[in-house]
T-cell receptor, first 118, second 112 residues
């Protein structure tokens, strides 16, 4: 079965350090999503890309977070500088979406990066 | 943003019993999706039901949608220990950017 692959699975670092999370979407999927999951807030959409172009990053703190897709097989989410409140599980998901209606198809999730900022 | 809200939030049942979860939402939707999340893993898509559909089946799963009451239910029949997981509903609104909005999830424990 095709899968979304995320690395690293776990990351522990100190406040102020740069954190980069990577995602390999399912081959052929044209839309990539980044989510953050916490106990308090649940699952929040941070940003998503269509055909590698950023479509919406309104859920992301702009001053410290950035998301890119250097090529069709790699999406990255970067936090610089990191803060303790960024501790969460970060999920990447991909899907094959037609048109602008990103919610009309299933999304396929990776197993996440569990991030702890000390 | 609109979110689904699952009820009950935690459910504990014996293996072989049926488990029913409900999801309510507030605005008009294009579709509603159910996902499962096992501990330490990502979400897995289970079923998508469109706003013009009332019921859908997949194996031991049955999903209903009542758009007049803005609610959906997920029924797992003949539950197994492997069904122990959190179950999320997600709604895709008709208007705006149509992004999926996830509920907080139901935790289901199936006791062998």
């Amino acid at each position: 079965d095709a899968r979304v692959t995320q690395t690293p699975r776990h990351k522990v670092t100190e406040m102020g350090q740069e954190v980069t999370m990577r995602c390999q979407p399912i081959l052929g999927h044209n839309t990539v999503f980044w989510y953050r999951q916490t106990m308090m807030q649940g699952l929040e959409l941070l940003a998503y890309f269509r055909n590698r172009a950023p479509l919406d990053d309104s859920g992301m703190p702009k001053d410290r977070f950035s998301a890119e897709m250097p090529d069709a097989t790699l999406a990255t989410l970067k936090i610089q500088p990191s803060e303790p409140r960024d501790s969460a599980v970060y999920f990447c998901a991909s899907g094959l979406v037609g048109g602008d209606r990103v919610g009309n198809q299933p999304q396929h999730f990776g197993d996440g990066t569990r991030l702890s900022i000390l | 943003s609109q979110q689904g809200e699952e009820d009950p939030q935690a459910l504990s049942i014996q293996e072989g019993e049926n488990a029913t979860m409900n999801c309510s939402y507030k605005t008009s939707i294009n579709n509603l999706q159910w996902y499962r999340q096992n501990s330490g893993r990502g979400l897995v898509h289970l079923i998508l039901i469109r706003s013009n559909e009332r019921e859908k089946h997949s194996g031991r799963l049955r999903v209903t949608l009542d758009t007049s009451k803005k609610s959906s239910s997920l029924l797992i029949t003949a539950s197994r220990a492997a069904d122990t997981a959190s179950y999320f509903c997600a709604t895709a609104p008709i208007w705006g950017n149509n992004r999926l909005a996830f509920g907080k999830g139901n935790q289901v424990v199936v006791i062998p």
